[in-house]
């Protein structure tokens, strides 16, 4: 331990027990902590004891305390936790007396038996309990501690804390439970021992005894509390041992089936599958049988989450996997079946017909119906993105059932039967429903099907986006299931161009796009605009779609959007706007049929959106969309390089936003990167830069650097309150010394430039001066300011946390000092 901080220990320990004092807050404590834990981890615990006695001083004064405060006996209690972790510590404070408090005892059972805070007025407190269950968490690390938890009784305490009223100290104590029968069932019991527990240790033979009691009882709650205990041991505990374990328990574990109903079938099937994860699934054949017969007694919504469950495994038998994969299903057969026209199959695998217990979920209520409804779609959507799934997968029956299920919520179905009827007058503008099934179509795109069918997932989709009654949300999510079938929808085969069919639907959708452009609610407008950049940034090349585009009125409509009176949209207008002149799908107004108009270039809008929007999200997608267009070779970048990125840096270095700033800055590395001849990645449909120009020479570079005020911008940027663009500043600065360094310097031998006033404005600028500018800069002053900085010392620091200075123990001891006034004037370190 550090020296001051063994100084100020005992002042901090006297703070600590007096009760006049004020008592530190909780995330002090947390931090002294955690300081602790460090010590002890990293050298012996006896020797810090022995160093600083005043660390038992304060175990027996809160002890003695006739009134001690929850927060001090729990940090007490888990202070005491971590130093017993060690065994010859441990020893120590069973033995060692106080020295100044007139008590006698060992301190250990003073702590933590009965005749500690067990009794007191402040075990009513849940954070003495959670410090009690913490303390001894990190205690149960030798043998020695199983006979301590023995001898003091413990584990009885566990016991009762397990139905605590609070549900940390319940959890934690759980969780003690199987920490304790791990450390138990250590050494000798760790290979095979009997399932009848003859020669199992006596602290493990009991805690599993009460887990017997446990599953045996006719209270739900103590029925649970086995379970999660069971199911944290087989999840963390792989040894041997857990096999026996599970042949003991696992009779008990299908009794409870027996019982109708099934007491916490939730923690039921998080067991079952636990076991089936761990080494004792690979080797019990019993496990199956027990997870089968579970699937069929679960209602249908509780055997949701054990079917799926079982999909995932990576070892099932392949009947199991069936019996799963049709509890799963079984929802959208009665749908389908609700909803057929004709009557026939739905096209399922068998055993996934609708049976009659679904179909009394489907008809007892409506948010049963929804709740079934809804966690079908959610596990078959998760199912359909995995490796192991069910092949053959069903993908026309799901493709008819996910549209059935828009069309009962949208009211376009045609019931034929009292349980479709049913569905109509439930499901009906049921906006979580309708989320679920839109998501769920979207993910079905990734496969194929029917045209037929294909066809009408694109006109239940366009039903949705047409409509009225759709909600923001639900028409979100219709866009984004659209984008995700048009960007799925075959080619044509003879050329590289989309197929008829999208184009047909092309021709029903631009429309709808154009009106959901001019909605008065504001999140239409918005959801159309992400869909537009989107579906423009993956076909801005097909022949068919910037046809269809072009004669549409949407281009135009998403240039009026960039002055729509909410930021959102504007930020998503300017992205569209942007995407769309990359691809040369956007223009302004030109002609005799626009005499009115004045003639004014996509980029200087955006230029004038980012130096005079008043919010951030619009200036920071103009900048966004200025560094692409940068990497693409935009049309209006290559009008005039120098011009394009001096303006844009000269508006951005202005910017409150940090964002813009280091957008910037961003901006600037790319214009570095061309200038020596590194170009990124072009967007075919925009203007290239010159391709054969060879990399300029570094004096070149500079002298385009300097005209740009590229210099200017990023060592201001370097002095920037907002230590993300100091750190993107830096690491420009870094890499053009780097690039010029092999070169070395442009300037002629002998020269020595002057850097005075350069470094004279930088010292303002660090100082917080900002409004005085460089003025005209030579390269050669420039390049030796930064041969002089020590930028990567600079990097270094910005690395670390602002408070990085603030978090050494010895302030956090000064600190808590320093607010009960124990330190004298400015020897705190407070911040």
């Known amino acids: 331990m550090d020296p001051e901080c063994s100084r100020l220990l005992p002042a901090l320990c006297a703070v600590l027990v007096d009760p006049r004092q004020p008592v530190a807050d909780d995330t002090c404590l947390e931090k002294l902590l955690d300081w602790f834990k460090t010590v002890t981890e990293a050298g012996p615990s006896l020797l810090l004891l022995q160093e600083n006695p005043c660390l038992v001083e304060l175990l027996f004064r809160v002890l003695k305390a006739h009134d001690p405060r929850p927060r001090v006996l729990s940090f007490s209690l888990r202070l005491a936790g971590l130093f017993a972790a060690q065994e010859d510590c441990f020893q120590y404070l069973q033995v060692t007396p106080s020295s100044s408090v007139s008590q006698q005892g060992e301190l250990l059972p003073m702590l933590f038996g009965e005749s500690g805070p067990l009794g007191g007025a402040a075990w009513t407190a849940p954070t003495v309990r959670s410090g009690w269950l913490q303390g001894l968490r990190s205690l149960a690390q030798h043998p020695g501690a199983l006979r301590f938890l023995a001898d003091c009784g413990a584990v009885d305490t566990i016991f009762s804390l397990q139905g605590d009223s609070s549900l940390f100290v319940a959890s934690a104590a759980g969780q003690l439970l199987v920490h304790i029968l791990a450390l138990a069932m250590r050494g000798p019991a760790e290979g095979h021992p009997s399932p009848q527990g003859c020669d199992w240790p006596a602290c493990a033979q009991k805690i599993v005894c009460h887990v017997e009691d446990s599953l045996r009882s006719t209270a739900t709650l103590q029925v649970t509390q086995a379970l999660n205990v069971l199911t944290t041991t087989f999840g963390h505990c792989h040894s041997p041992w857990t096999q026996g374990l599970w042949v003991r328990l696992s009779p008990l574990v299908a009794c409870l089936l027996e019982k109708d109903p099934i007491p916490a079938s939730h923690s039921l099937v998080d067991l079952l599958l636990s076991v089936a994860r761990s080494p004792v699934g690979s080797s019990d054949c019993g496990l199956w049988e027990t997870l089968a017969q579970t699937l069929s007694h679960l209602s249908p919504t509780q055997a949701g989450p054990l079917a799926l469950g079982i999909l995932k495994l990576q070892d099932c038998p392949q009947a199991l996997k069936t019996q799963a994969f049709g509890v799963l299903l079984q929802p959208l057969a009665c749908v389908l079946k609700a909803a057929a026209q004709a009557p026939g199959p739905p096209g399922f695998p068998e055993g996934a017909t609708g049976d009659s217990i679904t179909v009394d979920t489907f008809l007892s209520s409506k948010s049963a119906c929804v709740g079934l409804l809804c966690q079908a779609l959610a596990h078959l959507e ?7 799934r069910p092949s053959p997968w069903p993908q026309a029956p799901l493709l008819r059932a996910a549209v059935a299920i828009l069309r009962f919520c949208h009211g376009s179905a045609a019931p034929t039967s009292d349980v479709g009827g049913h569905l109509c007058a439930v499901l009906a503008g049921c906006v979580r429903v309708q989320r679920a099934a839109l998501d769920f179509l979207g993910t079905l795109s990734q ?11 694109f006109a239940v989709l366009l039903e949705y986006l047409t409509s009225p009654d759709s909600s923001p949300m639900v028409l979100k999510k219709a866009f984004q299931a659209t984008l995700r079938w048009l ?11 989309l197929d008829p069919h999208t184009q047909l639907f092309l021709g029903e959708l631009l429309p709808v796009l154009r009106k959901r452009l001019c909605s008065p609610c504001w999140e239409a407008r918005d959801s159309g605009l992400e869909f537009l950049t989107q579906v423009t940034r993956h076909w801005g090349g097909q022949a068919a779609f910037r046809h269809a585009l072009l004669a549409s009125e949407v281009p135009e409509l998403t240039g009026q959007l960039l002055r729509d009176p909410e930021s959102y949209v504007r930020a998503s207008a300017v992205t569209a706007t942007g995407q769309l002149s990359s691809w040369g799908l956007y223009a302004t107004p030109t002609g005799p049929e626009h005499p009115e108009v004045q003639q004014e270039s996509l980029f200087t809008e955006l230029l004038h959106i980012l130096s005079t929007d008043s919010e951030g999200f619009p200036r920071r997608a103009v900048m966004h969309v200025f560094t692409q267009w940068l990497k693409d070779g935009h049309a209006d970048v290559a009008e005039d390089l120098e011009q394009f990125v001096a303006r844009v840096l000269q508006a951005a270095s202005q910017d409150l936003d940090w964002e813009v700033r280091a957008q910037g800055l961003e901006l600037a590395l790319v214009f570095l990167e061309q200038l020596l001849g590194q170009p990124g990645s072009r967007c075919p449909y925009a203007v290239a830069l010159p391709e054969a120009a060879p990399p300029a020479t570094l004096a070149q ?3 385009a650097l300097c005209r740009v ?3 200017e911008f990023a060592l201001r940027a370097l002095f920037d309150c907002d230590r993300p663009v100091a750190q993107k500043s830096c690491d420009l600065l870094l890499f053009l010394k780097a690039k010029a360094t092999p070169c070395g310097g442009p300037q002629e031998a002998g020269a020595s430039p002057d850097v005075v006033s350069v470094e004279a404005a930088l010292q303002r600028w660090q100082a917080g001066e900002q409004g005085q500018p460089l003025g005209e800069l030579e390269p050669e002053a420039v390049m ?12 270094g620091m910005l690395a670390k946390s602002s408070d990085h200075m603030e978090k050494s123990p010895q302030s956090l001891l000064q600190d808590m000092l320093a607010t009960v006034g124990v330190l004298g004037e400015n020897e705190a370190d407070c911040y």
């Not at 998760?382 to 192991?388: I, K, R």
């Not at 030796?784 to 990097?795: F, I, K, N, T």
């Open 701 to 703: 570079v500079l002298q």
């Open 487 to 497: 960007l799925g929808s075959p080619k044509a085969p003879s050329c590289c161009d």
């Open 784 to 795: 030796a300011v930064l041969r002089s900085m020590d930028l990567e010392g600079l990097r």
């Open 382 to 388: 998760l199912l359909q993105l995995l490796p192991q």
């Open 447 to 457: 496969g194929t099907g029917p045209q037929e069918l294909v066809t009408q997932v």
């Open 709 to 711: 005020q590229l210099f």
